[in-house]
């Protein structure tokens, strides 16, 4: 197969659709990372994105709508906190899961009776679920494992000559995919955390949970997102997180630097970056805003494996607010493996 990449013009977007509709694949952006989509209601749409990602069928997609009354067509109930999220926060990077209707696809699901429903908030994306029929089913355009997409470029990276098309929306907004809230069971749980943090979802709704295997991945509880149990976001060199005072973790970092023999890259800040000495300093952004370091976080990865790295030094996020998120990446892309400095 061959993938064509090209720029989203209305010609473009009208071709995307009817690939759609055909049955075939077009990756797209989104504000948050690229997505992988088929039509959503097509079985066979769906089993071609786990082949072409190399991702287990028992991971569920979420599917794409681009106006709120099309969530209509998928739940079965949408209880009164989809109705406050959604008419508060969509378009924009919150994934709500609620009760499925039997005419949507378990091959969408993943073999589970719920639906992960989102409206994103991009122009491109928006363009091509219109012009698909509505319903995309998409996870993010990877390959199962690696970083998620925050460039064209990563997708062909990873899906060259296993997708129909890449349409080409530029660098993503975000760089962190959406938060996922559970509204299928009584309290509403945050299953996956993002730029929608807790405390904006509490504002709206009272109580809110975190899935418990969030806070606690070494714990025997069962992730409720199928997604969170697979290592993901993972780069090909071993990454371990410092924590603790500034100046203490690049002193500590410093010192594995020497005395390493091995290919080594530094996550760190602006702040931060004129502390370090020795292999490759890869600055995400000012700690005074988070969203500029989710942005460059996979970037920083992939650019990580390009370069041969086999160790990766990361400094460590506040966990709080937007925080939570980022760091919940990078805790899954090192494995857990954090020092206390
Ligand atoms: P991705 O966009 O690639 O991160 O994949 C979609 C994510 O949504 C995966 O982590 C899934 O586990 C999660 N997801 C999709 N549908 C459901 C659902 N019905 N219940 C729980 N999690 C879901
Ligand atoms: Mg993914």
């Known amino acids: 197969m061959i993938t064509e990449c090209v720029t989203p013009t209305e010609e473009n977007l009208r071709r995307a659709g009817e690939i759609l509709k055909n049955g075939g694949l077009v990756a797209f952006p989104t504000e948050t990372v690229y997505g992988l989509g ?19 069928s028992d991971n569920p997609l979420i599917v794409h709508i681009a106006d709120k009354e099309s969530a209509s067509e998928l739940g079965s109930v949408l209880p009164e906190s989809f109705h406050l999220l959604a008419d508060e926060l969509w378009p924009g990077p919150l994934t709500l899961i609620v009760k499925k209707k039997a005419r949507v696809p378990e091959e969408t699901t ?65 760089g962190v995919e959406s938060t996922i809230v559970d509204l299928s069971e009584d309290v509403p749980t945050i299953l ?39 290592r993901h976001y993972a780069p090909k060199g071993r990454m371990s997180i410092v924590n603790g005072d500034a100046q203490a973790v690049a002193e500590r970092i410093n010192d594995e630097l020497s005395k390493s023999g091995k290919a080594c890259a530094v996550l760190c800040t602006e702040e931060t970056k004129s502390l370090y000495h020795g292999g490759l300093i890869r600055c995400l952004g000012s700690r005074s805003d988070l969203k500029q370091v989710s942005l460059q976080l996979y970037r920083a990865l992939r650019e990580f494996d390009a370069e041969g790295i086999e160790e990766i030094y990361a400094e460590s996020f506040p966990e709080e607010g937007f925080g939570l998120a980022v760091m919940n990446r990078m805790l899954k892309a090192a494995g857990y493996t954090v020092v206390e400095v």
């Open 38 to 56: 088929g039509d959503a209601f097509n079985p066979d749409s769906s089993r071609k994105i786990y082949a072409a990602k190399g991702r287990p």
């Open 192 to 230: 996956r955390p993002g730029y929608i943090t807790k405390e904006r979802l509490e504002g709206l709704l009272g109580r809110v949970e975190l899935d418990p295997a969030l806070s606690d991945p070494g714990s025997s509880a069962r992730p409720k997102a199928p997604g969170m149990r697979y």
């Open 110 to 174: 993943g073999g589970l009776d719920t639906v992960a429903i989102r409206m994103p908030d991009h122009d491109v994306a928006l363009g091509l679920i219109r012009a698909g029929g509505g319903f995309v089913a998409a996870p993010s355009a990877n390959a199962s494992g690696r970083p998620s997409p925050t460039l064209a470029s990563h997708v062909a990276e990873d899906l060259n000559g296993r997708i129909d098309m890449i349409l080409d929306g530029g660098e993503v907004g975000i």
